[in-house]
């Protein structure tokens, strides 16, 4: 039980609400939706399995487990490449995941001190691009959700987190289908059912279909190792793909009622969808500051998704806090501040983006542009694509047969969707996006 409430913990982020909602509105809407699930589904499903198996095989960290099963199976070392890249993703996201977690509790503040109160659309936009505008402000959020990270992972204190998802995760659910009730008696619910669910398949790029992918990894934290360095922590009689299923089913209600929240917020005040990183913080507002007991529910809102952030962003400081530590003369708790201190000074970078460096510095992306980019449709694919096809291609049968304790069937299936559906699923995408 705890287990399934550290993954969720970690899937569960701003991935779902802020990340989807504004990669939707960006994507043109439903076909992105529909090739994100596809992808949750054909992709992220097996490599997930693919990362616990080989976790609970190797009874390790990313790295030392790749190794030990490497040597084990007489393969090539370099496959603690899958462990090293897993740990460079997990520090570049965390530096622009915290910039976010940090707006999110800057809108605990403004939520509770009545800013958005009977206020219109223009007004919720006018406070959210002032926040964006002031570096200095921004700073100091990024700084504050950083240090609320580091004392949690420094202290190791994360057990009694794990309580906590088992309560604030539900409670962000019903929360949000408030929310999705609230836009089908207010907003204009059909559009946004149609926008989210109706595609339109010739509007669709490599791009798109690129980012649905990376989606799918980022939301379910995969392609980091960090799923497999919880499979070392998995008993022996937790039930393999049923965990799966629930942690994927999970993440991806929370996603979808997001979006079943958000757009027909957007399309009653005649916003845009691809309004960006914004998406959430000038459309959720607006609900809060015009309905009754607006101020509470908002307060509870923000309080929810900057929990369920943080849960995410321990998960993500956790290996590369371990990679330093075993590496390094350095306690935990200084490990922890080194470590920190690095991502923190890279997150002064990607906040810039919105504000004094808002100009292209590579490939015609910003520092926060790029950052995501790189990690959520390279990175993460990449080294997802290396754990699956590891535990499909070169575990060994017995292994992995007991690992899912299935039946014929079952074991069959996976050996079609592990070694050819996923694999050549990604490498599909990856050449779409260059067609
Ligand atoms: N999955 C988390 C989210 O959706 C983000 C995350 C990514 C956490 C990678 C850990 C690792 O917000």
Same mark, same amino acid.
């Given at each position: 039980m705890v287990f399934i409430l550290a993954a969720t913990g970690s899937a569960v982020?701003?991935?779902?609400i802020w990340r989807f909602s504004y990669m939707v509105g960006e994507s043109g809407g439903a076909a992105f939706v529909l090739l994100y699930l596809g992808c949750v589904l054909l992709i992220g499903m097996p490599v997930l399995l693919a990362e616990w198996i080989l976790g609970r095989r190797g009874q390790s960290n990313p790295i030392n487990t790749m190794a030990k099963l490497a040597r084990e199976g007489g393969r090539?070392?370099?496959?603690i490449l899958i462990g090293l890249s897993g740990i460079l993703a997990a520090f570049l996201i965390l530096s622009f995941y915290s910039v976010i977690g940090g707006w999110s509790l800057a809108y605990i503040l403004s939520t509770v001190t009545g800013t958005?109160?009977?206020?219109d659309a223009e007004a919720v936009g006018e406070h959210f691009n002032s926040l964006l505008g002031s570096p200095g402000v921004l700073l100091l959020w990024h700084t504050a959700f950083m240090v609320l990270v580091v004392g949690i992972v420094a202290r190791g204190v994360t057990k009694g987190l794990e309580a906590a998802v088992r309560t604030l995760m539900p409670a962000l659910v019903i929360l949000l289908a408030l929310l999705v009730v609230y836009g089908m008696t207010t907003g204009h619910f059909g559009e946004a059912l149609r926008f989210m669910?109706?595609?339109?398949?010739?509007?669709?790029?490599g791009e798109v279909v690129i980012a649905a992918m990376g989606q799918a990894f980022f939301t379910l934290s995969l392609g980091m190792g960090i799923m497999m360095a919880y499979g070392s922590y998995l008993?022996? %009689?937790?039930?393999l793909v049923s965990t799966a299923g629930t942690v994927i089913v999970l993440d991806t209600v929370v996603a979808l009622l997001a979006g079943m929240a958000i757009f027909p917020i957007v399309f009653l005040h005649g916003l845009?969808?691809?309004?960006?990183?914004?998406l959430i913080f000038v459309t959720l507002p607006i609900a809060f500051g015009n309905i009754t007991g607006g101020v509470i529910l908002g307060l509870i809102f923000f309080l929810l998704l900057t929990f369920a952030a943080l849960t995410s962003a321990i998960s993500l400081l956790e290996p590369v806090v371990e990679f330093v530590q075993e590496r390094s003369p350095f306690s935990r708790v200084w490990s922890t501040v080194a470590a920190a201190i690095c991502i923190w000074a890279l997150g002064i970078a990607a906040l810039m983006s919105f504000n004094?460096? %808002?100009?292209?510095?590579?490939?015609?992306?910003n520092v926060f542009d790029l950052l995501d980019t790189f990690t959520s449709r390279f990175l993460l694919p990449l080294t997802g694509l290396g754990a699956v096809v590891f535990a499909a291609w070169f575990l060994d049968r017995e292994s992995v047969r007991q690992e899912l304790a299935m039946g014929t069937t079952g074991t069959m299936l996976w050996n079609v969707v592990a070694r050819f559906v996923a694999p050549i699923g990604v490498v599909i995408v990856f050449v779409s996006a260059f067609l």
């Amino acid at each position: 039980m705890v287990f399934i409430l550290a993954a969720t913990g970690s899937a569960v982020g701003l991935g779902n609400i802020w990340r989807f909602s504004y990669m939707v509105g960006e994507s043109g809407g439903a076909a992105f939706v529909l090739l994100y699930l596809g992808c949750v589904l054909l992709i992220g499903m097996p490599v997930l399995l693919a990362e616990w198996i080989l976790g609970r095989r190797g009874q390790s960290n990313p790295i030392n487990t790749m190794a030990k099963l490497a040597r084990e199976g007489g393969r090539t070392q370099a496959w603690i490449l899958i462990g090293l890249s897993g740990i460079l993703a997990a520090f570049l996201i965390l530096s622009f995941y915290s910039v976010i977690g940090g707006w999110s509790l800057a809108y605990i503040l403004s939520t509770v001190t009545g800013t958005f109160t009977d206020q219109d659309a223009e007004a919720v936009g006018e406070h959210f691009n002032s926040l964006l505008g002031s570096p200095g402000v921004l700073l100091l959020w990024h700084t504050a959700f950083m240090v609320l990270v580091v004392g949690i992972v420094a202290r190791g204190v994360t057990k009694g987190l794990e309580a906590a998802v088992r309560t604030l995760m539900p409670a962000l659910v019903i929360l949000l289908a408030l929310l999705v009730v609230y836009g089908m008696t207010t907003g204009h619910f059909g559009e946004a059912l149609r926008f989210m669910f109706s595609p339109d398949w010739g509007a669709v790029t490599g791009e798109v279909v690129i980012a649905a992918m990376g989606q799918a990894f980022f939301t379910l934290s995969l392609g980091m190792g960090i799923m497999m360095a919880y499979g070392s922590y998995l008993g022996r %009689d937790v039930k393999l793909v049923s965990t799966a299923g629930t942690v994927i089913v999970l993440d991806t209600v929370v996603a979808l009622l997001a979006g079943m929240a958000i757009f027909p917020i957007v399309f009653l005040h005649g916003l845009s969808p691809g309004e960006g990183p914004g998406l959430i913080f000038v459309t959720l507002p607006i609900a809060f500051g015009n309905i009754t007991g607006g101020v509470i529910l908002g307060l509870i809102f923000f309080l929810l998704l900057t929990f369920a952030a943080l849960t995410s962003a321990i998960s993500l400081l956790e290996p590369v806090v371990e990679f330093v530590q075993e590496r390094s003369p350095f306690s935990r708790v200084w490990s922890t501040v080194a470590a920190a201190i690095c991502i923190w000074a890279l997150g002064i970078a990607a906040l810039m983006s919105f504000n004094v460096w %808002d100009f292209p510095i590579l490939f015609g992306l910003n520092v926060f542009d790029l950052l995501d980019t790189f990690t959520s449709r390279f990175l993460l694919p990449l080294t997802g694509l290396g754990a699956v096809v590891f535990a499909a291609w070169f575990l060994d049968r017995e292994s992995v047969r007991q690992e899912l304790a299935m039946g014929t069937t079952g074991t069959m299936l996976w050996n079609v969707v592990a070694r050819f559906v996923a694999p050549i699923g990604v490498v599909i995408v990856f050449v779409s996006a260059f067609l």
